[in-house]
């Protein structure tokens, strides 16, 4: 195919579904997803929620999502069908969860605490189905505007995970953040709740490809709403926009990818009602449960925490750190020993030893819970009565069933579709093209942390001579709020307003062409280093909520026409550029677009996918590449393509938004400066030096790849400490990038 011959691409982007590709995975992934598809479904929810770099993690997303999607579902059912469908499933759920949310006991609690994994989890499928391969798609954005939506529009404490979050604890139920150590074992979940956790949190590693059967997820769930319904919240998105982004997507979809649709809405119906079932179950159980059962559940619970606390004390001859020690340990012998022990006779004051040690003043006051408190109580006075039920102690086991046949399905599902294989030796190009389809590509994840790592320690070649920077200044500097601000600052104003003045010769048309496309790559992934930060569970802090707001404003909150991905493409037409678009394995052959300046995309699109390892380093280089374009580059580059008649938009669209006074740029400093305070909160002045030193390194990588002059002076043999996909440029034309 020659470069006339290649596809082009022009917005709107109308995909339904991204072309079907094989995934694949190294052998060495083949095998940890192994030990990972092992473990017990809690172990295997908390490790996704952990986990969002690893390519196993990767494979046991694809292998989970397998498993649980039956397979496309060929449909006549159009949008009133579908509607009905999920509608007719709400109302037949409906009965049950309005008993369910009315039940103000401990089994209602239970309820609220087994539902949580999953109503916290709620629309993280959405998480980065923003990515480079599905921008500017017009379905994505209408669903980042959900996304946006479902996050708060920027105030974490608007988000849905919040007004669930609230709702739960004005029922009384108060949890541990949803990605901490100890949150399933808070919430009680049993085995089924985990693993329809891990499905949501497979499809959100996933999200581009299984986009279809996404949408039908995101759908049903939302359309049924079980957690609006059990915490008494006002749905959102309402049905209305839910089924206006319906009617979009089958305006687009073919038989295809409605089938995958329907199957996602299939798979999102038949879990909601298995997960209803499921609390119906418990909540039977718990109403049924008889109060030695009860108090048997509390020792249990409590039992692998006692530890040696209880040398001292002896039931039935044997100390309680012996007894709770003991694997073998006969919860309803210990009980029947426990209430003829002294511990539980009435005492002068009408209680007993027990329950005085657990009330205020006691040596265990604040070990148990008021409720646990209460079941104790509520027993001591029943043995104080005479009673002496027969102790059995019964485990719940709500779900195992339905449990026990989707471990089954997930040990027995195959998918055909991977292909187990090393990445080999890479070109640029090729590199470019499994980055920015990194679902198919995982085995693409260590070139990518090697190659991310190695930039970033190559360029703190800056921190000594970065201050000779024509744009930047990556020289170090020991880290203050007030310093960061003020070398902010002094970029600004000394490296890239005060040299500006207008042009009085306009470069020939075919040059002002030629420089637009060396900046087109980097633009067309434009806001990529931060694409991925900010995902569940990391999307409590201030910094991360800034982070997300960055990248909401750069996607035009799921507006096409601020979108900066349609911007570009529209400048790139104007000046007839046009290319295949950035996820086509056509991309690959386009001509228009200069090989020596790949470096700097595929570094930006390499740290993107570490988010959590990178983090610190992605601030800083998020300070850099937002204050790059202010000033003398964009003005001259606005003045060039309007002496041709060119498209100016995404120009403009940055001179305003990056600005250093509230834009983009400020934002990007003050980010920085709200994470280190939390650093300096949480673990101390010495943490605050080694923390930033990353985030420098971060900065210096930007400068690294724009400061082409500064490097060629100080290496006289260039090729050894320049990254090496970028040519050397003249000093006179440094500039290579413009973002
Ligand atoms: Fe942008
Ligand atoms: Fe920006």
Partial sequence: MTAAQLPVFEPPDTIAALPSRPFEFSPAAAEQAEVLLAMAPAALYQKLITDQESEAVHLVSLRLLTAFLNGPEPSELGLSGIVARVAGVRAELAADLRLLADDRTEAGDAVLRQRAPLGLLGGCWLDVLSQPATQPSVIVNRLFAHHFALRGEGNPKRSLHYLRRQALERAGVYLPEIAAADFLNATEARPLTALHGCFYLALSRLPASFLPELIGVHYAVLALGVDDQLLGLTPMPGEEELREMLRAYLELAGPGEVARLINGISCAVELEREH???????????????????????????????????????VAGRSLAETFTDPGLDLARFLADFRESGHVRRTHDGLSRFVRAIKFGGPMFGIFSEQEAMIFSEWVAAIQAGDRPEIDVV????????????????????????????????????????????????????????????????????????????????????????????????????????????????????????????????????????????????????????????????????????????????????????????????????????????????????????????????????????????????????QKLNHYGFDDCYEQAHLTIDNISAGHSRQAADIIVAYLDEVRRVLGDAAVGREWRRIWRGYASLAYFVEHALLQRLAPEPAQTQPARTEPAQEDDSLSLLI
């Fill in 276 to 314: 209803v079932g499921l609390l119906r179950e418990l909540a039977d159980w718990y109403r049924r449960l008889p109060l030695e059962s009860k108090v048997a559940g509390v020792v249990a619970r409590h039992a692998p925490f006692a530890g040696r606390h209880h040398q001292g004390v002896k």
């Fill in 395 to 638: 485990a719940s086991t709500a779900g195992d069933r339905a449990a026990a046949a989707r471990s089954a399905a997930i040990k027995g599902t195959r998918t055909p579709a991977i292909v187990l294989r090393e990445p080999g030796a890479l070109s640029d190009r090729e590199l470019f093209g499994r980055l920015i389809n990194i679902e198919n590509f995982a085995n693409t994840l260590p070139v990518a942390r090697d190659r991310a790592e190695r930039l970033f320690t190559e360029a703190e070649v800056l921190f000594e001579h970065g201050a000779g920077g024509r744009y930047t200044d990556a020289s170090y500097f020991e880290y203050s709020a007030e310093a960061l601000y003020e070398r902010a600052e002094q970029v600004y104003w000394e490296k890239l307003i005060r040299p500006y003045k207008p042009l009085t010769d306009i470069p020939d048309r075919d040059e002002v062409v030629f420089l637009q496309t060396t900046y087109a790559l980097g633009a067309l992934i434009d806001a990529t280093w931060i694409h991925r930060t900010a995902n569940l569970g990391r999307c409590d802090r201030r910094c991360d909520a800034a982070l997300f707001s960055i990248y909401a404003d750069e996607m035009g909150y799921g507006d096409l026409r601020k979108n900066h991905i349609t911007l570009i493409h529209r400048a790139l037409h104007s000046m007839g550029i046009k290319l295949p678009h950035i996820r086509d394995e056509a991309f690959q052959q386009q001509g228009d677009l200069p090989d020596a300046l790949y470096g700097f995309s595929l570094h930006q699109l390499c740290m993107a996918l570490f988010p959590d390892s990178y983090y610190n380093e992605i601030l800083g280089y998020n300070l850099a590449i937002e204050m790059f374009g202010l000033g003398e580059l964009r003005l001259h580059e606005i």
